[in-house]
Structure formats: structure tokens, C-alpha cells
């Protein structure tokens, strides 16, 4: 298993560790609820160096990016970022990705730590075919870089206080807390440089921060000694896992996978047709037009139950019941209490309130279809 | 370090065992709930039910994982902890008082005998 720099810091703090993507990372520290609760409360910091950074820089990058992801690049002005998707020829999805321009002909595309192999497989292939290939030049910069994120309602309140000075790049803000969301600007650290984007994956404000792999434990210090004050906890894959899924975020493997769609996961939104062709776009564009096969719906058990579970399986109701298929995610809801998941169903049940069943060890469990996101921040 | 109460006899799959007269309550022990950390559900079994020592008689979940709790010893289910399906919570807070799962008229006593003593557990569990 490969380690990222923050693996002492783990151990220090006590962080059970376990295998993910090839990595041993905090899968938590104290407790999944506690960590859980500290982000929607206050804040939480986490590990992200195991994540895939690839750079495209050059007069032609953009063109080439724009041609291999589902969402129009050109929207971005320096600065910005959009999260995006990457389909094979079938319309299927490679990753789900962010994407910043970070200047005028510099790209940084964030990657699962799961699929960094296959992303870059995919894009170096796609680069052999693309005429003006001698214009950019593309970089896997994953083994040299280190990532955290640092998410919660307090974090805009001390994340200053990791960085000196006003952006020396990207959107020209005086400080981290000044980034609006999908924003992304360089500060100095106390150490390095780093790219601090106003992104998460959690539903609650946050940042993300990318700096290289030898600085990333100094910010991961810094940032944990500001934000203590402000009840900030180091949180592992568990919360991670139980955050996204309340706000209905995909994790590839799980919602998303080579056999998938983004229209199919409800991410069209993210796939602009007539931007220009890139893989898989003529058979998305059916789909649009067609109607999709299966859809990805939000759930919700009716009754105090046993915790839903990826891969359990789901069952319509009634006379003529059938099994519909498996759980993409699930688990107990530490914000709501309940149990929840997140499965692809056929479009006759994708209503909400759609009542259908969890087989929780062979005994099925009332839920029912619930709109997205499943937690949604008090006003 | 675990807790490991002296007065209770132990099974090689963290359940514990305290025994008064013919019937013996049972619950997982303070290493167990430390592993699992938040117990965010329980399933319990029925009250009447014959168990046979070994036999998987109860669910204990947390967030990422379910664990089947399985019978130390063999007879008739008597009582069952209500408190710990309203308050799952209670088995990390509470182990061994009230946290306890469920109580068993014993078929065999002498199968408690058999079970692991508190040195026994605690070296298999390292502490």
C-alpha cells in the first residue's frame, strides 16, 4: 500500500488505518459520527494526498481538455474550477473530476485516487490523437503533490491564518476566505505555495488545498493548530464517506463506474452536448433524447432500522415484487439518524416517495425514494 | 487497555459471560466495543428462542460494519436488553452493566466452565 506525507500524522493522532485505492489512509480517528458531526458543526480537516493531479499547460490545452470532459471548460476564466466528468466511446464514465484554470493556457485536473492509473492511461491516448498535441504539454504531478481538505462552517473563520499575503496567482483575492465557491487562487504557506480552492466534498463550505507533497504536512500542522480553537477535528474516509453520501454526492466505483452514465447518475448538468464532440457524446445525446435506462435515485428508510449497506439489495413493493437491483451507497445518517442510501432504479420507480424495500439479511426494510440532497443545512 | 472484569468468563469471539445460579447474561466485551466503535444498531433475539453454544444470536452494527455476536454457551433465551435497541450507544458507554445483550437459562453450566477466564482473554487480545 502506498503511504501519502501525512501518514505520521496519522499514526500520531491515532487514526485506524486501513486499505483504500492502494493507499493506507484514517478510515477515523475517534469516531465516524464524532468527525462526521465536527464538519457540520464546526470543522474538519482530511487527507486528500492520495488524490490524482494531472496539469495541462500550453496554447492547445485547453482545446484538448475541452474535447475529453463532459463539461464546457470554456466557461472557466483563470481562477475558477468546475467539477466535470470523463467518458469512454460508450458514454460511460472513466472518473468525475474537478477541473481549474489555474492561467490562461494552465490546467489542473483533481482525479480520484482510485482510477489516477486509468485517467492517465486515457488521457495520454486521447492526447496521441489530437492533432495540435505539440501544443501542450500534460503531466501526471501526483506522486509530487499533497492535498487537504479542510471543511465546516468555522474553517473560513482561521484558514487565514495558514497563509501569508494576498493570491500571488489565480483569482487575485486578499485572502483564502475571499475565494467564492469553484474559486481558486495561490498564497504563500509557510513554506511553499500553495492552491487554495474554495471546493469540498462534504456540502458545508470549505477549501482544498494543493501544495507540493514535502509542504503538505506543514499546511496539514498549521491548519490544525488555527482551526482548534474553532473545534476543528482530523477526520478519515468514514466521515468522508457519510458526508457525501447525505448531500448525494457519487463516488466512483459506487455511483459511477465504466457502465454508467452521468445522465444515468443525474449529473447532466455537468455534460454540455454542444460544446463540441468528446467521447461518448452522440450516445449521451441519445440518451437526452430517448430517456435513460436506469436512474439513480436518493433513499431513505421509513423505520429505525439496521444501517443500509452498499450492495444490499433493493426491491420494488406490492403483489409484484421484484428485485430492482443493489445499493450504490448506504449507510446510517449521523445528521439525520435514519438510514440512507443511493441506488440506480428503473424510471417507473425514480419518483419521489416511490415506496420500495431494502433486503437488510433477508428481511426487507420499508424505504422510499426521497429527493435530493437527503441532508440539507438548516436555514 | 481493554477492560477485562474479573468476574466473567469469556468466549474467543469477545462475548462475556456472568453467571448466577442457572441463567447467564451476556454482552460484548469493552475490546469489542472498542473496535467497532459507535454501535449504531442491535438486533436482539427472541425472547424463547434455544440457542446452542457457538450459534450466531444477535447483530451488533456501526457505521461500517455489521458483526454477528455469537452464543457462548448453549439454552433458552429469557430476557433481552431493550435499552440497548432504543440506546445502541450503551454498549460502547456501558459494556458489561448496561450494555448487556441478552440472558440465556443455561442447558449445560458446565459450559460456562469451559470458556476463557480473564488471563485467557486478556492475552488473546493482547493487553
Same mark, same amino acid.
Given at each position: 500500500m502506498k503511504r501519502t506525507p501525512l501518514f505520521a500524522a496519522h499514526q500520531r493522532l491515532g487514526?485506524?488505518? #486501513?486499505?483504500?485505492?492502494?493507499?493506507?489512509?484514517?478510515?477515523?480517528?475517534?469516531s465516524i459520527i464524532d468527525e462526521h458531526l465536527a464538519v457540520r458543526r464546526a470543522a474538519g480537516l482530511f487527507d486528500i494526498s492520495h488524490m490524482g493531479e494531472v496539469q495541462a499547460t500550453g496554447p492547445a490545452a485547453e482545446a484538448f481538455l475541452n474535447g475529453v470532459l463532459t463539461n464546457d471548460l470554456r466557461k472557466l476564466t483563470p481562477g475558477h474550477g468546475q467539477y466535470t466528468l470523463m467518458c469512454n466511446e460508450r458514454g460511460g464514465v472513466i472518473d468525475d473530476l474537478y477541473a481549474y484554470r489555474l492561467g490562461l493556457e494552465e490546467y489542473l485536473l483533481i482525479i480520484n485516487a482510485s482510477r489516477t492509473a486509468e485517467?492517465?492511461?486515457?488521457?495520454?491516448? *486521447?492526447?496521441?490523437? &489530437?492533432?495540435? @498535441?505539440?501544443?501542450? *504539454?500534460? *503531466?501526471?504531478?501526483?506522486? %509530487? =503533490?499533497? !492535498?487537504? %481538505?479542510?471543511?465546516?462552517? %468555522?474553517? +473560513?473563520? &482561521?484558514i487565514g491564518q495558514c497563509f501569508s499575503g494576498s493570491a500571488i496567482a489565480g483569482t487575485p483575492v486578499a485572502s483564502p476566505r475571499?475565494?467564492?465557491?469553484?474559486? #481558486? +487562487?495561490? &498564497? @504563500?504557506? $509557510? =513554506? !511553499?505555495? $500553495?492552491?487554495?480552492? @474554495?471546493t469540498g466534498y462534504t456540502g458545508e463550505d470549505g477549501f482544498e488545498v494543493a501544495a507540493p507533497a514535502e509542504a503538505i504536512v506543514g499546511i496539514w500542522d498549521n491548519l490544525l493548530a488555527a482551526g482548534q480553537a474553532h473545534g476543528l477535528k482530523p477526520a478519515g474516509l468514514g466521515a @468522508?464517506?457519510?458526508?457525501?453520501?447525505?448531500?448525494?454526492?457519487?463516488?466512483?466505483?459506487?455511483?459511477?463506474?465504466? *457502465?454508467?452514465?452521468?445522465?444515468? %447518475?443525474?449529473?447532466?448538468?455537468?455534460?454540455?452536448l454542444d460544446k463540441g464532440d468528446f467521447p461518448g457524446r452522440a450516445i449521451l445525446a441519445d440518451q437526452k433524447a430517448r430517456g435513460v435506462a436506469k436512474k439513480l435515485v436518493a433513499l431513505k428508510t421509513v423505520d429505525k432500522s439496521a444501517p443500509p449497506r452498499p450492495g444490499y439489495p433493493l426491491w420494488s413493493t406490492g403483489a409484484d415484487s421484484r428485485r430492482l437491483g443493489e445499493l450504490a451507497s448506504g449507510t446510517l445518517s449521523p445528521s439525520l439518524g435514519v438510514g440512507i442510501g443511493m441506488a440506480y432504479v428503473p424510471p417507473e420507480f425514480a419518483a419521489a416517495g416511490t415506496p420500495l424495500e431494502i433486503e437488510i439479511r433477508g428481511k426487507r426494510i420499508a424505504a422510499v425514494v426521497a429527493p435530493k440532497p437527503l441532508y440539507r443545512k438548516p436555514a | 487497555m481493554a477492560n477485562v472484569p474479573a468476574d466473567l468468563k469469556y468466549a474467543k469471539s469477545h462475548e462475556w459471560v456472568r453467571q448466577a445460579g442457572g441463567v447467564a447474561t451476556i454482552g460484548i466485551t469493552d475490546h469489542a466495543q472498542h473496535e467497532l466503535t459507535d454501535v449504531v444498531f442491535v438486533e436482539l433475539p427472541q425472547v424463547g428462542r434455544r440457542l446452542k453454544a457457538g450459534e450466531a444470536c444477535a447483530v451488533v452494527e456501526s457505521v461500517k460494519t455489521a458483526s454477528d455476536i455469537y452464543s457462548p454457551a448453549g439454552g433458552e433465551v429469557t430476557e433481552v436488553n431493550q435499552a440497548i435497541v432504543d440506546n445502541p450507544a450503551l454498549v460502547n458507554t456501558d459494556p458489561y452493566g448496561s450494555g448487556w445483550f441478552y440472558k440465556l437459562r443455561l442447558a449445560t453450566p458446565a459450559e460456562v466452565d469451559a470458556l476463557l477466564s480473564p488471563e485467557q482473554y486478556r492475552a488473546q487480545i493482547g493487553g
Open positions: 487514526g485506524r488505518l #486501513i486499505e483504500f485505492g492502494g493507499w493506507e489512509m484514517p478510515v477515523q480517528y475517534t485517467d492517465v492511461g486515457w488521457l495520454e491516448q *486521447q492526447l496521441e490523437r &489530437f492533432p495540435r @498535441r505539440g501544443e501542450l *504539454q500534460l *503531466q501526471n504531478v501526483s506522486d %509530487a =503533490t499533497g !492535498a487537504v %481538505a479542510v471543511q465546516g462552517p %468555522a474553517v +473560513a473563520e &482561521f475571499d475565494l467564492k465557491k469553484n474559486q #481558486i +487562487a495561490k &498564497f @504563500r504557506s $509557510a =513554506t !511553499a505555495e $500553495a492552491w487554495v480552492s @474554495r @468522508r464517506d457519510t458526508l457525501r453520501t447525505e448531500v448525494c454526492y457519487p463516488l466512483y466505483g459506487h455511483e459511477l463506474d465504466e *457502465q454508467t452514465s452521468p445522465l444515468q %447518475a443525474g449529473l447532466g448538468f455537468f455534460v454540455s | -
